[in-house]
Structures are given as C-alpha cells and as structure tokens.
C-alpha cells in the first residue's frame, strides 16, 4: 500500500541552524502506538535506516522523560555523526507531545573523530484526528548539523533523509 501524504515544508536556515517541518497522518492509530518509536530507540532502528545505532543511557531523569544517545549512518559527502538528547512526553486527555533537545553528559562524551548534531528543539504534537480514527502528527525540529559544510549544503540532504522514516513508520502502523 502506498503511504498517506506526508506534508514537507521548505527548511528554513538561519545562521548554522536548519528548520524543518512535517505532517503526516497515522489513521487507525492510537497514540501509545505512534509514541512508542518516539520514546524507545531501538524502536527507532525498526523505521529509521538513517540510525546505526541507538540506546536510553541509564541515567536517572524525571518520569516520562530519558536521554537517548544514536550514532547515524554516514551519509556521504558530510561524514559520521551522532546526537545525544533529552526528551519528555506530555500527555493530556486524547492529545500528546514529545519534545526534546540536545545535551551534554560524562557518560556520552562525543566519541574520538565524531560530529555531534546539535538539537536546538524537536517538538512533535500528536493530534487526535477521529475523522481517520488516528492521529495527525506534527513534527518541527531545529538543529545543527555540524562539520565544515555550508548549512545551504547540508539542509536538503538532511531533509530529504526526514521523508523516508516517515513513510516506513506509516508502513508500520497503518498497514497492518
């Protein structure tokens, strides 16, 4: 089955950052579904081809929050790099958001020869849509790629990657 339209808005650069944002459907889903590839990160190995790596670093943070340490493919021409975050749910009644953001820890010091991303903000709002029985998901990240390449270089392939996982999640959940 072919996925449910995804809506990809142009980036925005400012600066070293990128901007992107992007919708997309999940009919016949419930959140805990949707949220389960966003808090468990070998959950996010399943439909991000992007990441080689993932795991929750065992550190002790509030409830409904944890820190997620992913090593990425190296995607050429702009190298191996890696993201340290911290995220926290938020649920009320029928809607949810997932936020989280780049930090440092002595536990994750940035491996010899690698890029950290710098997550300036991911915010993602899982919408109740009843007309589908799903969710609409909405997704607006900031980040930093990092490296030597101009940021006008580097935003469409790292755009482009945000596209697919999508598509596979879609696959996933809606599919079956």
């Not at 805990?32 to 590839?37: A, G, H, T």
């Not at 340290?84 to 010899?112: A, I, N, R």
Request: with cysteine; proline share 9%; glycine share 4%.
């Amino acid at each position: 089955m072919s996925h449910y339209p995804i809506k990809s808005y142009v980036p925005r650069i400012q600066g070293n950052l990128i901007n992107f944002r992007i919708e997309t459907p999940f009919p016949n889903c419930k959140v805990d579904d949707i949220l389960q590839y966003f808090t468990n990160p070998v959950k996010k190995m399943e439909y991000d081809v992007s990441v080689e790596y993932a795991h929750t670093v065992p550190v002790e943070v509030p409830m409904n929050s944890s820190l997620v340490y992913a090593k990425l493919k190296t995607i050429w021409p702009v190298g191996i790099r890696d993201f340290l975050m911290f995220t926290h749910v938020v649920k009320h009644k029928d809607e949810c958001w997932f936020q989280g953001f780049s930090t440092k820890h002595q536990s994750c010091p940035v491996p010899k020869g690698m890029i950290r991303i710098n997550i300036e903000e991911t915010l993602v709002y899982f919408q109740p849509k009843p007309d589908i029985n799903g969710y609409n998901v909405k997704v607006d990240t900031t980040f930093c790629y990092g490296g030597a390449f101009p940021v006008s270089a580097v935003a469409p392939i790292a755009v482009s990657d945000s596209i697919g996982p999508w598509v596979n999640l879609q696959k996933i959940l809606c599919d079956n």
